[in-house]
Structure formats: C-alpha cells, structure tokens
C-alpha cells in the first residue's frame, strides 16, 4: 500500500539522532526537542507486520494527543504541539525502562494467565472464582519492562522493580498515583462514550529538570482495551465474549492463523482487502473513543507533507 508510511528518512535542522520503535520514530532535535511521528506499522505480539494500516498513525496520534489534552490538569505531559496529523512535537525526556500497566477487567494478557492456573500476576493477587472480562474488585497495577525493539515486554513486580534499580521507590509512588489518576480519568471519559476502559498502559519519562511526565500514547485502541457498556453485564451473565474496541481482533485473527510472535512463526499473508478492513475498524475505534467523526488526511504525497508540516512548525 503506497498510501501509507511504513519508514521514515527525514533530516530536520539541528536533528541530533533518531530512534525507530515498533510503530514510532522519534527524532531528537537540539535544544531538548522530539519530533515523534507515528507510523502506519501495525505490531503484534511484539512484531511489526510487513504491511501498514492507512490512517492508522493518524488516528493513534490524534486519539493520544486529545487525550493528553483532557488529561494534562491531572498528570503533566511532554507535548507541545501537534503540526502535523500524524506528528507529536514535545519535549525530550530520559523514559522510565518500565511501562505501567493496569487493569480493571481481567481480559487479555490477564485471562490468560488465570485460564494457566496462575493467581498472581506481577505480584498482584487475582482473587478465586474470577470468570474472563468479570471486573476486578479494583483496579490492579501489573507492570512491564519496556522491550527493545523486536524484544517481548516481560511482566515484573513492584518488589523486582525497586530491587533491580528500574526506578526508584519515591518515583515508582509518583508514577503509581499517575497510573491511578490517569486510569479513572479515562475511565470517566470512556463512560461518556458508552465504553468501558478494560485495561491500558502509560509510559512516563523525566525532563532534564527532574519533572515526571507522561510520555508516548495514552488511550489509543493500541495501549489499551474497551467493552461496550451497553449490554456487559448480560454477556457476561450468559458467559458470552464481550463487544469490545481495540486491536485484540487483530491479534484473535493472527491466533487464528497460527501466529503469536513466537521462534519460528511467520506472520500470515494480509491481502489488501484484509488490510482495508482493519483500517476501517481503526476509523470506528477513533469515533467511537472520541466521540467525533473521523477526517481522513491527505495521504497522497504523505512524506511529503509530514515534512513540509514539521519544518513549517521549527521554522516559525
């Protein structure tokens, strides 16, 4: 698919380095500045598929920066401005090597520990008798170290955290109280919405000053999961899956496909009639997230344009 950007080269005016994650490039710049462009690139069980999504970096870039926004009297960010649909422009910060996950639902990454037997989950405990998606008495924190690229995230505990020096305990409280602040704010906001926020991560980072901040995508239908309120309680009642908005369909079709990143599997053929379709169900995540319609950005000269945007914002 032309319409879509998988890389990127770009040389912007005093550009330091660059750093290429799974779905984000971030260029550092002079003067502590990141230009993060979020890509097309679709990843999975920690593995970026051959083929990009279109739109899909616009609609996690816009979902994540509105997000910051409705966010930013509870939690500082590291944003400044948003030049371009699929450009983030903010401030650079040393990232916490952790990602702090939480959930409310057990689902996902959860539920499958729990269907193993295990009842304990980065050291949390998950109580007895728990059915998939039930919710939990209240939400429970499970981190996970942050991979390098093509690395999978391993859970690890608070304990395992402050004992291996990840972060500090005075910084791992602050991050823990973001985590909760961040997560019932969302919380609100998905109700609003008709959704549930079933689980999700934050990835936070620290300016030069010291400042704890909140980094990287929050709220996107990459970082977290949502049910439909409407009609929960009786899917779960009649022992029904659930009616739910993120990437897990994504990952239920690679599953089905014999695919779940592991030694030795290669990730299935996406034909482009595939590829169309999950980009329109990321068009219907964003609105049903966001509540707004969805506008689509030229994508015809892409490159181009991001470029054009980003120099139009450094230069003025």
Not at 101 to 119: D, P, T
């Amino acid at each position: 698919m032309s319409n879509t950007i998988i890389d990127t080269n770009f040389n912007f005016p005093n550009q330091k380095s660059v750093y290429k994650g799974k779905v984000r490039e971030v260029y550092a710049l002079e003067k502590d500045v990141l230009v993060m462009i979020a890509t097309d690139r679709l990843s999975a069980f920690d593995v970026v598929m051959p083929k990009g999504i279109p739109y899909k970096g616009q609609i996690l870039n816009q979902i994540a920066t509105k997000m910051m926004a409705a966010t930013e009297d509870i939690v500082p960010n590291w944003l400044l401005a948003t030049p371009d649909p699929n450009v983030a422009v903010g401030h650079a910060c040393e990232p916490f090597m952790v990602e702090m996950v939480i959930r409310g639902y057990m689902s996902g990454h959860a539920a499958r520990e729990y269907k193993a037997g295990r009842r304990m989950l980065c050291g949390v405990p998950m109580p007895e008798g728990m059915k998939e998606n039930d919710k939990f008495p209240q939400p429970i924190i499970t981190p996970a170290t942050k991979a390098e690229k093509g690395d999978h995230d391993e859970d690890i505990s608070r304990e395992d955290i402050l004992k291996r020096g990840l972060v500090s305990e005075e910084d791992y409280e602050i991050l823990e109280r973001y985590t909760r602040a961040l997560f019932q704010r969302g919380t609100e906001i998905a109700a609003a919405q008709g959704l549930i926020l079933v689980d999700t991560k934050y990835e936070f980072g620290k300016t030069k000053e010291g400042k704890i901040v909140l980094i990287d995508e929050i709220h996107t239908p990459d970082s977290s999961r949502y049910f439909y309120a409407e009609g929960y309680q009786e899917r779960q009642d009649r022992g029904e899956a659930q009616k739910q908005l993120s990437k897990e369909f994504v990952r239920q079709w690679l599953i089905a496909n014999d695919f779940q990143g592991l030694e030795g599997q290669t990730a299935p053929h996406m034909s482009d009639e595939y590829i169309a379709s999950v980009s329109d169900r990321y068009i219907e995540l964003y609105e049903n997230i966001t509540g707004e319609t969805f506008i689509k950005a030229d994508i015809s000269r892409i490159q181009e344009r991001i470029e054009h945007n980003v120099l139009q914002y450094l230069n003025g």
